[in-house]
């Protein structure tokens, strides 16, 4: 069955750093991975999203990779400030017909601190 | 431009009752998706709507509904209601639910089942 790993445990980081997170996947082709913040008590919050014939996209100090033979994606958010404390998702997308099915891991949270 | 509404925000329930919880889109968005988020399991896909019509549907036991009404509002029910229940339910809207679209969560109705 579909499978998405990211790290369970909670990522601690000094302000000003870069945080790297981490999306493995198993039994599962996308067509299109998203990433997600979501705060307490709060819906998820879109970011980025990068496709399956993609390497590499950024915005602003967000930067996510995408290795469709290693199956991972990752996260970097340079220059981190506490503002950007949350728990962050990675989705899987399908293509036509299921596309909008998304498939979501755990998340992991981030911790920054000053 | 107003972003997805969920009502109730709050509820609490008894094991055996039904609830319906409801989701207002994003004007002219007429995709929409409901999720189950628990510590648990995470984020699972329960089902979308598109046109009225539900377009795709995740793991979940027929005690799970849904519909969408013509304004493209949707409403989901659950009946007989379990412990497990218990949840953060979110809805996502998009304009059409087509490959690597952002989808727009509401802030989700917590649902606390006794």
């Known amino acids: 069955s579909q499978k998405i790993e990211q790290n369970s445990e909670a990522l601690n980081i000094q302000e000003g750093k870069t945080a790297t997170l981490t999306c493995n996947y198993t039994?599962?082709?996308?067509?299109?991975l998203q990433w997600y913040r979501q705060d307490p008590g709060r819906g998820p919050v879109f970011l980025l999203l990068i496709r399956e014939n993609e390497k590499e996209k950024r915005k602003e100090r967000l930067k996510v990779t995408f290795d469709t033979t290693l199956k991972q994606s990752l996260f970097h958010i340079t220059a981190s400030q506490p503002a950007d404390s949350a728990t962050y998702l990675c989705?899987?997308?399908?293509?036509?017909?299921?596309?909008?099915?998304?498939?979501f891991g755990t998340g992991t949270r981030l911790q920054v601190t000053l | 431009k107003a972003g997805v509404t969920q009502t109730p925000r709050y509820l609490i329930k008894t094991r055996g009752q039904q609830v319906t919880l409801s989701c207002s889109p994003i004007s002219g968005h007429r995709s929409v998706s409901w999720y189950q988020q628990t510590p648990g399991q995470g984020l699972q896909f329960l089902f979308e709507y598109f046109s009225e019509t539900q377009r795709n549907k995740g793991n979940f036991p027929g005690r799970f509904s849904g519909r969408q009404f013509s304004n493209s509002r949707s409403e989901m029910n659950v009946s007989t209601l379990e412990l497990g229940d218990s949840a953060l339910y979110l809805c996502?809207?998009?304009?059409?639910?087509?490959?690597?679209?952002?989808?727009?969560f509401g802030p989700g109705t917590r649902l606390l089942v006794l």
């Open positions: 996502a809207s998009s304009r059409a639910g087509t490959s690597g679209e952002t989808q727009y």
């Open positions: 989705a899987l997308g399908g293509r036509t017909g299921t596309a909008s099915k998304l498939t």
């Open positions: 039994n599962y082709s996308p067509a299109y």
